[in-house]
């Protein structure tokens, strides 16, 4: 079977039943962005090969294009297989220098908003969906967003499968009403915009503009967190894969994050996540396409008055 995600492909070689689960996940388009699937049919295709064989205990093993994985019946589970995947793929990924990050996106008229930060409950996927009920976006992807050189957004997956308690705290509404979106494959979308929201219920807007040089150091840490195998664990999260990463990726990494820190307006917007999508509505109008207000890093004060903090 060879599975693909944007332009990337792997032939997987394991028995049909293992193959059909694989196939039939639905957990497979919810983790792997803009997945697909060309049959369980992989004939002569050459380049990355991943074989998977059950086995007593778990393993993943590189060999040139080559990986194998050994797995236990017992502890490892589809879900487990398909991470394994995934994982694989984000070395493929950065070897084309396209990074998957934690984000959410949206966009408008071919510019995005990109909202980034490692940790879950930040409020991306909230402040993302008020963006498009309240402001005119169209939803581009959530959860895991594949991002090439200039910031160009190439992929994504779907809308939100998880986040239920974090969007009715957010917005009021009981579950995700559709959204416009629109397919990354016939339109090109680049981040004019990039930001870390913290969102919670009634809390004061402030803001913080990044100098390149923080922009840098942060985006490397988004681009840097999937290939060294920071979250990549199965088996019950009790086996821990080991770092896919290498020099030449890493110096790839370095070059694509100070070039984008470079030319995109980066953000952290602190607030109720309706002020928070407000400020970046208003913030994304301001931006016109590649000029940009580089080299601030202070706190502004916006229309509500901010609390001064320590950063």
Known sequence: MIISSYRQHIVLEASTELLERIAHSDFLNKYIPSVSIAGLDSGSHDGTKLRIK???????????????????????????????????????????????????????????VLLIGGASGLGKTSVNLLLCRQFGFDFVGDEKVLVGKQGKILGSVPLIPDHKSEVILATGHEDNELVSRIDLSKESVTAELIVQPVTAPSATLRMLRWGPQKAEWHLYEEMTRKIRGVSRRVNKFSYGLQSLDDPSKTQKRIINARKI??????????????????EIARQFNEQEPSTHNRGLNILETLPVKPKLIDY
């Open 261 to 278: 820190a470079n030319s995109v307006e980066c953000l952290t917007i602190w607030g109720d996540a309706e002020l928070v999508a407000q």
């Open 54 to 112: 059950a086995s007593s205990r778990t393993s993943l093993q590189q060999s040139g294009e080559v990986y194998d994985l050994l797995y236990s019946p017992e502890s490892t589970t589809t879900e487990d297989i398909i991470t394994v995947i995934d994982y694989i793929f984000d070395a493929l990924r950065q070897d084309a220098e396209i990074y998957c990050v934690h984000a959410s996106a949206a966009q408008k008229n071919g510019r995005a």
